[in-house]
Nanobody
């Protein structure tokens, strides 16, 4: 059974940083393109960042480009999201999944950016 366990969220002031982790199990992590998603209150879930099995990265939307860095450790079946220069509009629950979102979602980790 596939599991995603997101962690590392919290309350941070604007301009602050957080590093999220996504621990995975139940599938061949190193073979999949993985992504971080987020869902803000009252909004649909959106794609934030993507990383291929070899480590090639893509960031969406433009608002996170240059601030968020996705990475992965295939030996640990774990993916990360380093978030710098956080803004109030980054407030959301952050989730990880394969790029297509085909597996059941984890509980996510709450990120709140507020002064």
């Amino acid at each position: 059974q596939v599991h995603f366990v997101e962690s590392g969220g919290g309350l941070v002031q604007p301009g602050g940083s957080l590093k999220l982790s996504c621990a995975t199990s139940g599938f061949s992590f190193s073979s999949y393109t993985m992504s971080w998603f987020r869902q803000a209150p009252g909004k649909e879930r959106e794609l934030v960042s993507t990383i291929t099995p070899s480590g090639h990265t893509l960031n969406y939307p433009d608002s996170v480009e240059g601030r968020f860095t996705i990475s992965r450790d295939n030996a640990k079946n774990t993916m990360y999201l380093q978030m710098n220069g956080l803004k109030p509009e980054d407030t959301a629950v952050y989730y990880c999944n394969v790029r297509t979102g085909r597996f059941d979602w984890g509980q996510g980790t709450q990120v709140t950016v507020s002064s």
